[in-house]
């Protein structure tokens, strides 16, 4: 079983910055597709940005404003989101799936992904 434990949300002003964490425990028996996706309040969820197991990151949504990374000793995902805005307040929400490089960008956020609890960013105007 693997765990996903998100960290780092909170509530900031316009134009300000967070870094969310995404720890995965459990029995890791290879290097994960991972990746960020959000929802917000009435809204489908959708992905923010996605790295896989060779480090290639693929960015859906962020405008050049948000950066994903990853510290594969530390089994741990991060995103470095710059310059906020009020539609930037949602439930961001941690994803990891055991695919080929080839599949991360597909199947990442389907059935078979694991995914965290969220933590929640609110951004003010």
């Known amino acids: 079983q693997v765990q996903l434990v998100e960290s780092g949300g909170g509530s900031v002003q316009a134009g300000g910055s967070l870094r969310l964490a995404c720890a995965v425990y459990g029995r890791i028996r290879s290097t994960p597709c991972m990746g960020w996706f959000r929802q917000a309040p009435g809204k489908e969820r959708e992905g923010v940005a996605n790295?896989?197991?060779?480090?290639?990151i693929s960015y859906v949504t962020s405008e050049g404003r948000f950066t994903i990374s990853r510290d594969n000793a530390k089994y741990t995902l991060y995103l470095q989101m710059n310059s906020l805005k009020p539609e930037d307040t949602a439930m961001y929400y941690c994803?990891?799936?055991?695919?080929?490089?080839?599949?991360?960008?597909?199947?990442?956020?389907?059935?078979?992904?694991?995914w965290g609890q969220g933590t929640q960013v609110t951004v003010s105007s």
């Open positions: 994803a990891a799936r055991f695919v080929s490089v080839y599949d991360c960008s597909a199947l990442l956020g389907r059935p078979g992904t694991y």
């Open positions: 790295i896989d197991s060779d480090g290639r």
